[in-house]
C-alpha cells in the first residue's frame, strides 16, 4: 500500500513497519459503534466481547438504533453487566444521536476535527473515544491519538523521548508526526503493534 513508502521516509519509524500491511474499514451504525467503545473501557477484549453479545442479544441479535437503546429499560442494560456510569454513557449516545438526527451520511461529509467537536459534546465521550472511532468504524487514515498511552510508550522508545514533562513529550509526538500526514493513523497501527510484539 502507497502508505508503506511515505511512511518509511522516517528511517526510524521504517524499522518497526515490518510485512503486515494494515487496512482501515468503514462500518455501519457509528452510534453503535461509539456505544460498544464505551462497552469496551477498561475491559479485557474478551470480557467486552460477551457484554456486547449479551447487549446484541436484547434486541434479537439484530444492531439497535439509537431510539431503540432510549426504548430499553436501565435496569435490563445493567442486567447485562455494565456499570451504572456506562448505561448512564451509552442513553447519552442515543439521546443525542436522536436529538440532532446524526446519520452515518451526515458523519461522513464531516472533517476529522469537526466530529471530535460534535461527538465531545456527549457527557462520558472524550476526543480519545472519537480518535478511535474515527479510526476503526470510520476508516480515517489522518488520526493521531496523541493521548494514547501505547503511542506515548512506543513513540518514548523508538525515538529517546522524555516522559516527564507531559506537555513536552506531546509536543514532540505532534512534531515527530506531522510527516506522516496524510497516512498518521497508519503510523499509530505500526506503533501499537511494534510495542504489543516487544
Known amino acids: 500500500m502507497e502508505y508503506m513508502a511515505h511512511l518509511k521516509k522516517d528511517e526510524k519509524l521504517a524499522n518497526i513497519l515490518g510485512k503486515d500491511v494494515h487496512r482501515l474499514e468503514l462500518h455501519k451504525n457509528i452510534p453503535l459503534r461509539l456505544i460498544a467503545s464505551i462497552m469496551s473501557q477498561q475491559l479485557s477484549t474478551k470480557v467486552a466481547a460477551v457484554i456486547f453479545k449479551r447487549f446484541l442479544e ?57 466530529i471530535i467537536d460534535l461527538l465531545v459534546q456527549i457527557k462520558g465521550i472524550g476526543q480519545w473515544t472519537v480518535e478511535m472511532l474515527l479510526m476503526f468504524s470510520l476508516g480515517r487514515e489522518d488520526v493521531f491519538a496523541v493521548d494514547d498511552l501505547g503511542i506515548q510508550q512506543a513513540m518514548q522508545r523508538l525515538y529517546q523521548l522524555d516522559a516527564t514533562n507531559k506537555r513536552l513529550l506531546k509536543q514532540q509526538m505532534l512534531d515527530l508526526s506531522e510527516p506522516w500526514k496524510p497516512y498518521r493513523s497508519y503510523a499509530c497501527l505500526h506503533l501499537w503493534k511494534w510495542k504489543d510484539d516487544k
Open 58 to 114: 436484547i434486541y434479537n441479535s439484530q444492531e439497535p438504533s439509537p431510539q431503540q437503546i432510549l426504548d430499553t429499560p436501565f435496569e435490563t442494560l445493567r442486567g447485562i453487566g455494565l456499570s451504572n456510569n456506562k448505561v448512564r454513557y451509552i442513553q447519552n449516545v442515543a439521546t443525542f444521536f436522536t436529538a440532532h438526527t446524526i446519520t452515518d451520511t451526515k458523519l461522513l461529509a464531516m472533517s476529522n476535527n469537526e
